[in-house]
């Protein structure tokens, strides 16, 4: 590795003077910055290590206003936070899977967002629950909708200078209910061959709104909005999900390597969104 700055900032302003100089990047958990810089993905001039800077450490959990979570903390913080759990279970589900233990004590929803990988577990329990991604930057601060967050493998709508500060997720309606899962061969293998988060609101035996994105099969996290809509308006029964999963499954763009062939992961698409539909209606049915 060649010889890069480290600069620790205490503060949002300061963090964005140092990363609009240019050829910089933010240190968070550095679960996925650190090995990336082993490995010579990316060339840096100076690590700016954002730990310390309170409001990307905020966890905020309020039944009128929802979640704010700061873009630094870490997933244990959030699947041992009681609030968090109650209200947002879809996120725990993906919270609790980001690596082993060890990773889940640096490694935050925050940094799995900025790594923009087609098969990161966050991002779609994220989409799926509505979440808004609060960034500051150079010219103020500004707020973007996670589906719109990831551009490409590896690349987000972060412009030079700008830091992810939080995400905000909506408080969960009465009769909602969101669940995200993933499939893997083996345990060892942490990487998803696919992945779906959904979430659901039902009322009085109907559909009332639904989201649907996928993880694994695009060449980002994949918001199927056509799925989630095709559920509005319908009964909440096995037919409609089952419609709604074969739409998934259609809009998924997936391609053969190592962990699976194109088919293989289109089937899993359906498969994992009904299953996650499944679970969603019945955690919807108790949050009443």
């Known amino acids: 590795m060649k010889w890069i700055d480290y600069a620790r900032t205490c503060s949002v302003q300061e963090a964005v003077d140092l990363l609009k100089e240019g050829n910089a990047r933010p240190l968070a958990g550095g679960t996925d910055i650190l090995v990336n810089l082993r490995v010579r993905r990316f060339d840096i001039d100076t690590l700016v290590d954002v730990k310390d800077i309170p409001e990307l450490n ?37 919270a609790s899977l980001i690596g082993g233990t060890q990773i889940q004590g640096r490694a935050s929803i925050g940094g799995n967002l900025c790594n923009a990988a087609p098969s990161a577990d966050a991002v779609p329990a994220l989409i799926a629950l509505g ?39 909506p408080p969960p ?49 994949l918001f199927v909005r056509e799925a989630g809509d095709s559920l509005v308006g ?10 709604a999963s074969a739409i998934a499954r259609d809009a998924a763009k ?12 289109m089937h899993l698409c359906e498969v994992l969104t009904r299953r996650g539909l499944n679970i969603a209606i019945e955690r919807a049915k108790e949050n009443k």
């Open 131 to 169: 979440a808004v991604a609060n960034v500051a930057g150079p010219g103020g601060t500004r707020q973007v909708a996670v589906e719109d967050f990831c551009t490409a493998p590896g690349q987000t709508v972060l412009e030079e200078g700008e830091l992810l500060v939080s995400l905000h997720m």
């Open 234 to 243: 319908q009964p909440v029964n096995e037919e409609s999900v089952r419609a």
């Open 173 to 221: 309606a009465k009769g909602s209910g969101a669940q995200y899962m993933r499939f893997i061969p083996r345990n060892e293998m942490d990487i998803a061959v696919a992945g779906a988060g959904v979430s659901v609101e039902i009322d009085n035996g109907t559909f009332k709104s639904a989201r649907i994105a996928l993880a694994s099969v695009a060449p980002t996290p």
């Open 58 to 94: 905020e966890i905020t959990c309020d039944p009128s206003e929802g979640l704010t979570l700061g873009a630094a903390v870490p997933c244990y913080s959030i699947y041992t936070n009681e609030a968090v759990c109650a209200a947002y279970p879809g996120l725990i589900d993906s």
């Open 254 to 265: 997936p391609i053969t390597d190592m962990r699976g062939t194109k088919e293989y992961r």
